[in-house]
């Protein structure tokens, strides 16, 4: 009986506050803040701002941290955090989006920094490989290390995206939002054993 009591009861509320700065090139009439409800596979928005100039802030109430994106008016490109109950910063410039506040937008920040980190060096090794191959001074013992370098450090590309996919919460529904897309087939069956 008192199992069923406790399964009735309402989940605790949790307040939320999101502060943004956007760089005026990312104007719009509307900024909405919409969550992922897995339980039932829709968007629900929570808040929205008419005319964000620049500065807003949205807030209300979660019942536990959650997926959740900031959308201006209907432009595609979402911008995904994990939703808390803390304060949240967000800012965004025409550089990047800077989202502080709540231990699981740490960790994500921390996947992104190692994310980049990777996908640089990606980019160099590749940089690399076509000036040997343009400047013809390209040997045999390059192209091994190169092409070797490049299987490594795109296995551990998506060994972190994998291991970031398999975190439980609402991290885990970020990164295969964002990242899933990269996976090769190899990598995509280590997602189900």
Not at 72 to 91: A, C, K, M, Y
Not at 97 to 108: F, L, M, P
Not at 151 to 167: A, C, F, K, P
Request: proline share 5%; with cysteine; glycine share 4%.
């Amino acid at each position: 009986m008192l199992l069923a009591f406790s399964a009735c009861d309402k989940p605790s509320s949790y307040n939320f506050e999101v502060r943004c700065d956007v760089d005026p090139s990312f104007s719009r009439d509307k900024a909405a803040l919409w969550i992922v409800d897995n339980d039932y596979g829709k968007r629900i928005m929570l808040a929205s701002q008419e005319n964000p100039n620049g500065h807003f802030a949205l807030k209300g109430q979660i019942d536990r941290p959650t997926l959740a994106f900031l959308k201006f008016n209907n432009d595609t490109t979402p911008f995904f955090f994990v939703l808390e109950p803390t304060l949240i910063s967000i800012t965004i410039n025409p550089e990047n989006v800077i989202i502080s506040g709540g231990d699981a937008n740490s960790e994500y920040a921390q996947f992104i920094r190692q994310y980049k980190d990777i996908s640089n060096k990606i980019t160099s090794n590749n940089r690399r490989y076509v000036r040997l191959v343009c400047d013809s001074t390209l040997t045999r013992e390059q192209e091994r290390a190169l092409a070797f370098r490049d299987s490594t450090l795109s296995d551990s590309l998506q060994m972190l995206v994998i291991n970031g996919i398999h975190r439980e919460g609402p991290l885990s529904a970020i990164i295969t939002q964002r990242y899933l897309h990269i996976l090769d087939s190899t990598h995509i069956s280590l997602l189900h054993p």
